[in-house]
């Protein structure tokens, strides 16, 4: 039976709805169309999405009488750069775009941010869609209107705060993911039980399998909560001001890691933060804010995932802890050069240190590259 459940992220005018179940790619025209100034998309996507969903999203949209055109980008966060954005943004220009023309992002993650940072900037500003196909993408990602491209100084460092009008997140097409993939995206649920719902992650102990094995039920609570929070968080936070710093929780630490090993396949963003979740429990420990016990326990649950819990996994043992710090010193959330870090007291109980000790970190990043 077909199962299709709305959450609303509250943002005023920006208010929109976030769809999730199946088949809502079959469907997509009909939810698309309202909200639509003019009958015209532009659908950007990868190779390897398009070979399985374009097809029948561009039927849905032909259904409902919407002309479109598609931009198949290569697949790769390689291709979350300026070069590649100069030539979308080109060749969207080239169709004879206007205000009223609505971008469709039908991808992962950096689909989804590539084209939500052309819709910002093109003609100063259109509507944009996102219908994400990772699991990372529909719980994270495609939620709460961050978008932007790497460059070679950090991840996401050029970019704008620009909501969608839609989030589409049909859980079907999970089914095409590596198994990879669906441990990256479930690393981010895991996050949101770690920063504020500890019944959530303790459910995630005993079920999370069944959400990485694509047990109906349990995957649509997962990317139900996972969204329900983080609609919270930015209803009340949208630029990232204060508690929105939370969602962030492991990712200075993983972007460092990303940064490191050049933004590829060798480690996801996914992967990246979960080793950076368990980094950021190790160092509260450390500094007596947080519990071995706690950070034990995370460890352990992810690991049993087959997720990336030591440097030594990712090839990183004996990296010099000066060389993460720098990753670090480039994080978007530096004030003054202070290095901010989201860090947990407990499980499910998050806060930001807008000051990281900066002898006692480097310490202790020499440490677990030793590991």
Same mark, same amino acid.
């Given at each position: ?9 509250? $943002? ?24 639509? =100034? ?19 999203? =561009? ?160 995957? =649509? ?44 396949? =060798? $480690? ?104």
């Amino acid at each position: 039976m077909d199962t299709i459940e709305k959450l609303r992220v509250e $943002l005023g005018e920006r208010a929109y709805e976030i769809l999730v179940g199946s088949p809502l790619i079959e469907r997509a025209g009909h939810e698309i169309l309202p909200l639509m =100034r003019r009958r015209q998309a532009v659908i950007v996507s990868d190779e390897t999405v398009a070979r399985h969903y374009l097809a029948p999203l =561009r039927d849905s949209l032909s259904a409902a009488g919407i002309s479109h055109h598609a931009v198949v980008l290569p697949p790769g966060e390689a291709t979350k750069d300026l070069d590649h954005f100069g030539k979308l943004v080109e060749e969207i220009l080239t169709v004879g775009i206007e205000r009223g023309t609505l971008l469709v992002a039908l991808g992962g993650g950096v689909v989804g941010d590539l084209t939500g940072f052309a819709a910002a900037t093109l003609l100063r500003g259109i509507d944009f869609v996102q219908i994400p196909t990772t699991l990372l993408a529909q719980v994270d990602s495609s939620v709460g209107g961050k978008t932007g491209i790497n460059t070679r100084g950090g991840k996401n460092l050029i970019g704008a705060f620009y909501q969608p009008r839609l989030v589409l997140a049909d859980t079907s097409v999970l089914c095409s993911l590596p198994r990879r993939e669906l441990l990256a995206g479930y690393a981010e649920i895991v996050k949101y039980g770690l920063i504020r719902d500890a019944d959530f992650f303790f459910w995630l102990e005993a079920k999370g399998s069944s959400v990485y094995e694509l047990a109906d039920n349990a995957l =649509r609570r997962a990317v139900l909560t996972s969204c329900a929070m983080k609609a919270a968080i930015v209803a009340g936070d949208e630029r990232e001001e204060g508690e929105r710093a939370l969602l962030n929780f492991g990712h200075t630490f993983g972007h460092a890691l990303e940064a490191e090993t050049g933004f590829g396949s =060798r $480690l996801l963003h996914g992967e990246a933060v979960a080793l950076g979740m368990v980094l950021a429990f190790d160092f509260a420990a450390r500094l007596g804010i947080g519990s071995g016990q706690d950070a034990g326990r995370v460890r352990r649950h992810l690991a049993a995932a087959g997720l990336p819990t030591g440097l030594a996994e990712i090839g990183l043992a004996g990296i010099p802890a000066d060389r993460l710090m720098g990753y670090m010193s480039k994080d978007k959330k530096v004030r003054d050069g202070r290095i901010a870090l989201i860090l947990p007291r407990r499980i499910g109980d998050a806060f930001i240190m807008h000051e990281a000790p900066l002898g006692l970190l480097r310490s202790f990043l020499s440490e677990a590259a030793a590991v």
